[in-house]
């Protein structure tokens, strides 16, 4: 099925800016996509400048296995529950998973289309690299950009701020969850599980995604920021998660974090806390060493013992702080080329996202979670793109910090891990500080 969607790099043919009329921006392509009805991607990499967009010409994606060895350039986005993970480990570690009887859920968004631009705000193109598909749909797309790019007017985010949609029962059943999910734990059932909730706003007009997305981009440097649009379900999701789930460069280095615990980056004053001196309670201490110990048995399944570790330490996550602890494996050293893939199949979904053991914590979140969580606290990220002549790399996040957007309607995401020393109350508002994350952008728009 994969070979399908395997292209030939050396087809990629290079579009010098002077054979265009004009410099197309990031919007001339995002809109042209969406009024095309072609997927699209843009993003930015935690602390990079640059920005990349991506257009597949496929209407209705692809859904694959989520092989970062055998896939093309492109971009995946893969739901929270991806039927995957109740495989045995031998099915997830098979070359071939779709050939196991499991169906893969991945949504794969093949790079037909791969722009780079440079410097936020500037959105001058860098580079164009169009694939050579044969004709008619990339000329389609590019007449349409020309004419698009002639007749733009800038819109803001939206012309108003928008209203929350009062769900008065939201807080007291969340709330109840995680009272079930205590008294869980201290049965000995499990040790920690992840809670999410969703909280919708109503805007007043369609809002502009390439807008809302720059200004993530500028509020938070060390985010993965990324809107990704998906006509066939309609939904345009956007996110600036701070977790990295696994990434592979072009040296063949393997990295993921292991990321739990929650407090404001902000002291009650307003001023920021520097992270040094950030206090951390033995409950988020143990939260998040299991995300850490989760990992680590992940590397035993696969005796993997060459690994560096740094950290449990503090990291900035925009206005909140986490402890996150890093592992990095030199994969050419260990000669194990397919690390990223094969982890990518066995961490998600990791401990910071669903729990500990991870099937009792995934069947309690099923049974006790009213709202369908799609694609959030599933991955996303770019898939062997080379941006600048250096190698394939591949980067992919654990999709938090997100929101759906359908047309007006926009639906935030956010869980909190629940341990057996939780506070009810306490993690509610864990949550709407999550959700404070995408909000202060959306409100804000000055
Ligand atoms: C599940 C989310 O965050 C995870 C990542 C960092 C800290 C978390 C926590 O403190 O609970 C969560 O495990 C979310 O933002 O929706």
Redesign the pocket.
């Known amino acids: 099925m994969q070979s399908d969607y395997r292209i030939n790099t050396s087809s990629i043919i290079q579009l010098a800016e002077s054979q265009r009329t004009g410099q197309p921006d990031t919007s001339d392509l995002w809109e042209t996509a969406l009024l095309l009805g072609f997927p699209a991607a843009l993003w930015r990499l935690p602390n990079q400048q640059d920005k990349h967009l991506i257009v597949s010409f496929e209407e209705v994606l692809p859904r694959v296995s989520a092989d970062l060895d055998e896939l093309p350039a492109g971009f995946l986005i893969s739901p929270f529950d991806n039927l995957a993970k109740n495989a045995p480990v031998e099915a997830q570690l098979s070359e071939h998973l779709d050939q196991t009887g499991i169906v893969p859920q991945t949504l794969f968004l093949r790079a037909d289309i791969q722009a780079t631009f440079l410097e936020p705000g500037a959105h001058t193109a860098k580079q164009i690299e169009i694939k050579n598909t044969a004709g008619t749909t990339a000329d389609r797309f590019w007449d349409t950009v020309d004419v698009r790019s002639k007749t733009k007017r800038s819109q803001p985010i939206t012309s108003e701020s928008p209203t929350p949609i009062l769900d008065p029962g939201a807080q007291a059943l969340y709330e109840e969850n995680v009272v079930k999910a205590i008294e869980a734990i201290q049965r000995g059932e499990l040790r920690k599980v992840?809670l999410?909730r969703t909280k919708q706003m109503q805007f007043v007009d369609v809002p502009n995604a390439v807008k809302l997305f720059d200004k993530l981009c500028q509020k938070y440097p060390s985010a993965f920021v990324s809107a990704v649009s998906i006509p066939e379900r309609g939904q345009i999701w956007i996110s600036a998660t701070p977790?990295r789930l696994v990434s592979m460069n072009a040296n063949g280095v393997f990295q993921t974090t292991s990321?739990?615990?929650?407090q404001s980056a902000f002291h009650a004053d307003g001023t920021a806390k520097h992270p040094a001196q950030a206090m951390w309670s033995q409950k988020?201490i143990e939260?998040q060493a299991l995300?850490s110990r989760y990992i680590i048995e992940c590397f035993k399944k696969i005796r993997l013992r060459e690994y560096v570790e740094e950290g449990p330490k503090s990291i900035i996550a925009g206005n909140l702080m986490?402890l996150g602890t890093s592992f990095t494996v030199d994969t050419q050293a260990v000669r194990y080329p397919q690390l990223g893939t094969v982890m990518l199949r066995l961490l998600h979904p990791t401990s910071?996202?669903c729990g500990t053991p991870r099937d009792a914590a995934f069947n309690f979140i099923r049974q006790h979670e009213r709202h369908d969580r799609e694609l959030y606290?599933g991955f996303l990220g770019p898939v062997n793109i080379d941006a600048n002549n250096e190698g394939p790399t591949s980067s992919i996040f654990?999709h938090?910090?997100c929101m759906k957007l359908e047309g007006r309607l926009a639906t935030l995401?956010?869980?909190?891990?629940i341990t057996e020393n939780s506070e009810p109350e306490r993690e509610w508002q864990?949550?709407e500080m999550?959700c404070q994350t995408l909000l202060k952008v959306m409100m804000n728009d000055e």
Do not use: P
């Open positions: 992840v999410s977790e990321l739990a615990g929650t988020e939260e995300v986490h910071a996202v606290s654990v938090i910090r995401y956010a869980g909190a891990g864990e949550t999550k």
